[in-house]
């Protein structure tokens, strides 16, 4: 395959309506794959991104980095992949490949930063356009195998929502005798709720309401609080080894961290586009520790697809036409999906 175009769905410019058109893609290199996409899933900071959220973003900007298809062509170097086989790509197409964190297969925190989907420049100096396309061309050491247990479209929110949720439930032990609250019930935090209860933990919701409760009860909590009532705060004081937060609006963070044990962990894997406010006698007074969590590396996003599979663990979806993209960034702005939007790559 020669230096082409493909059809796409991108915005414009920031805060711009998405519309169809055409980006393109490069030649298939010597380790390369070629992946005819078949299914991509809307995300959060998709929003965020086409949005200038988060900073000044490249435009024209194709979101999406929840992408899974098939190999349609491979490189003559490739021996990950073959022809046909099911694949997906997350947030991350290459890294420096040579700092600590790379070497030590924690690529999302490389020290030279990573090269995004989307929004991003690579080493040759081209923008990245992500998986609200047809095709997408990746170096095989960035692509991951989705086991045959997973259907490919409720595994592609696992390549960002997944992984963004598994790694810090890895990380901070999870598992029986673990008490996990997961504060937000959305795309992120559904996922949040079927990984620890499949790691072994106590799980709770943590939501604004409890118009979710009898769906978090389904997906593996056993106990549902809504925020909005001020006695949550004091039933539940001391009580959880691990908080993860998945929400993308500032939290007041004291509150929270007085739900933590001493030695509890508080994880954020939603990024606010503002500043969050912290007295730290909230952290220094039980040995509590605030802390962050980004995706994950490449070999430990296998390892998440594979356990998902194992669990028979996919991402609850709503399959829509790329027309409808527009309308869905309003409806997860209103958290009108239960609980990740998934475009159908049929239809770009």
Known sequence: MSVTQVAA???????????????PRRPVGEHDVLIDIKCAGICHSDIHQARDGW????????????????VAEVGPGVTRFAVGDRVGVGCIVDSCRECEQCLAGQEQYCAKGITGTYNAVDKNG??????????????ENYTVRIPDGLALDVAAPLLCAGITLYSPLRHWQAGPGKKVA???LGGLGHMGVKIAHALGAEVTVLSQSLRKKEDGLRLGASHYYATSDETTFEKLAGSFDLIVSTVSAPLPLDAYL??????????????????????????IGGRRTLAGSMIGGIAETQ????FCAEHGLGSEIEVIAAEQVNEAYERVLASDVRYRFVIDAATI
């Open 126 to 139: 081209e923008i990245t356009y992500g998986g609200y396309s047809t095709h997408i061309v990746v170096d």
């Open 55 to 70: 900073g000044e973003g490249i435009f024209p900007m194709v979101p999406g980095h929840e992408i899974a298809g098939v």
């Open 303 to 306: 390892e998440m697809l594979d």
């Open 258 to 283: 007085g739900l933590l044990k001493v030695d509890g962990a508080f994880v954020n894997v939603g990024a606010p586009e503002e500043p969050v406010a912290l007295n730290l006698f909230s952290v």
């Open 9 to 23: 769905y991108a915005a414009p410019a920031p805060k711009a309506p998405l519309e169809r058109t055409t980006v």
């Open 182 to 184: 997961v504060v937000g």
